[in-house]
Structures are given as C-alpha cells and as structure tokens.
C-alpha cells in the first residue's frame, strides 16, 4: 500500500514539475520575444527535422519530374529515330532515282548517236556470277522484237550480242568474253582488224586487238575503233574505243595492240537492244537490189 501511494506521489510530482518548468519558458519566451529557450532547442530539434522532410519531398518531387522527362525523352528520341529512318530510306531513294536518271540519259545521247537504228531498252537481270558483265540476261525477249545477232549498247557504244531469245528474256555475250571475236576497224583510215575478248586484259581495263594491216596509214593511241562494215553479225559503226596501244607483229606486216573499251563492264544495269540485225539489213538490201 506504502508502494503505490509512492509510486503515485512521484507521477505527481514529475507532472508538476514538467507543467511548471514549461510555463517558465513559455513566459521567458514571450518577454524575450521569440528569442528563448523554446526557439533554441526548436534549432536543434524541429528545424532539422523539417529540412529533412523538406528535403526528402522535393528529392521525391525531383525524382518523379526526372522520371516523366525521361519518359518524354524516350519518345521524343523514338519519334526522331522513326523520322530519321524515313528520311534515310527517301535520301537512298532519291539517289538510287538520280543515278538511274543519270544512266537514262547516256541511254538516251547513245540512242540519239545510233538513231538510224530501231532499238529497245532493257534491264538487266542476271549476270553469270563474275565481277564482270561477260555473259548476262536481260528482260527483254522476242516479244518484244529482240532476235539472236541484236546487237546491244550501253555507255558510250558497243556492249555485245544477242546468242540465246526467250519470249520475256535474252542472254547477251558481251565484247569482253573469252569466245567474242568482233570483225572492226579504225574508224580515220577504215583499215580492218579483229578485236577479241579477253577476261585477264579486262581486269587492266582493256581489249587486243590484231591483224590489223601494216601500211602507210599511221595509227597512234586515241584512234576511235568501230565495228567494220564486213563483220556478219556486227551492224558497221558501232563504237568499240579507243587504241590505247599498238605495235608492229614480228611478221612486219600486220600490227597489233590493246583496246580502252567505251563501256565499264564491270557496272551494267540498263541496255539498248538494236532490233534489226546485220542479217535483217542484208536482206533487205539484197530484195532491194532484186526490186530494181
């Protein structure tokens, strides 16, 4: 019973205690105007607890902006990218347009040069796997007027020749293939020589040529050679190149040399296919003869 009554007088005494020393500083705080005690043990305990909060909630606040901003920045950048790849694919098409263009119209300067002459245009479609355009298949066939001899052109002259015709395709065997013999001649003197093919004179960029006649007529390097006028598949005219090379055989009477083509063969994409052939214009001729 002396225990709890005690216990009792001492929560009493504590809470008097408590309840006196907090008007004290009450009143010392109010004469003191805001300056006392309460306002110093606030400074160390309340203030920093406060910035502590304050701090954390503009730390979550920061945090939640950063998140929407790079939120809104992976989209932007998605957007961008979309748009870049868009505007790649249109810059490729545009140049893939410009350089088709570009070879159109050396298409069309070769059509004007050789416009005694029906011809077609044609893609091509299919090589026979080298790096060189030796044997190829275009899209156009006998439908549309392409004969075995059609004579086909490309760049500035002379591509090769027509050996195989399917109703929508044909195989053309160019100037520049191992088996191509061309019957041709220099086009100031008209002497005749034999331009062959030859795929490891290709890769330096030129053809041989021989059996042309040792005279008189001198030929230097820059002469222009054209087909000649007896070749039998050959229509006479059509641009081959340019001698870039030329000497007197051991025989002493004929020479020989090399040839800079007029056509890259290593890049071919579009052709002109001349539909009449070397046989088509001698039969004509021969029922024009026959007519008179």
């Known amino acids: 019973m002396k225990t709890k009554n005690k216990s009792s007088f001492s929560s009493k005494y504590w809470l008097i205690i408590i309840t006196v020393v907090c008007v004290i ?33 503009r730390f979550m606040s920061d945090l939640t902006d950063n998140f929407e901003t790079m ?18 694919i249109d810059n490729t098409r545009l140049r893939q347009e410009q350089y088709e263009l570009e070879r159109l119209r050396e298409l069309y300067k070769l059509d004007e040069n050789y416009s005694d002459y029906e011809k077609i245009g044609a893609h091509v479609i299919m090589n026979n796997g080298s790096n060189w355009y030796t044997d190829f298949t275009i899209d156009k066939g006998s439908k549309d007027g392409v004969q075995v ?15 195989e015709v399917g109703p929508n395709y044909a195989r053309v065997r160019s100037v520049i293939d191992d ?33 042309l006649a040792n005279n008189d007529n001198e030929i230097e390097p820059g ?15 059509l641009f081959i190149g340019y001698v870039s090379d030329i000497k007197v055989d051991p ?20 052709v002109l296919v001349i539909t009449t052939t070397k046989q088509d214009m001698l039969a004509d001729d021969e029922e024009s003869s026959e007519g008179e």
């Open 25 to 57: 500083l009450l009143g010392i705080e109010r004469f003191t105007d805001g300056g006392g005690p309460l306002r110093f043990i606030a400074g160390y305990t309340v203030i920093p607890m406060q910035k502590g909060i304050s701090y954390v909630g």
């Open 71 to 88: 939120e809104d920045m992976k989209k932007a950048n998605k957007k961008l990218q979309t748009k870049i790849d868009e505007l790649t």
């Open 149 to 163: 001899n059609s004579n086909v052109l490309a760049g500035s002259g002379l591509v090769g020749i027509v050996t």
């Open 223 to 237: 002469e222009q050679v054209v087909t000649s006028h007896v070749s039998s598949r050959f229509l006479q005219g």
């Open 179 to 211: 088996a191509s013999n061309v019957s041709a001649m220099m086009l100031s003197t008209s002497d005749t020589c034999m331009v062959r093919g030859d795929l490891e004179l290709m890769a330096d960029g030129r053809l041989y040529f021989e059996k």
């Open 251 to 270: 025989n002493n009477l004929t020479r020989s040399g090399y040839i800079t083509p007029a056509v890259d063969f290593s890049k071919l994409q579009e």
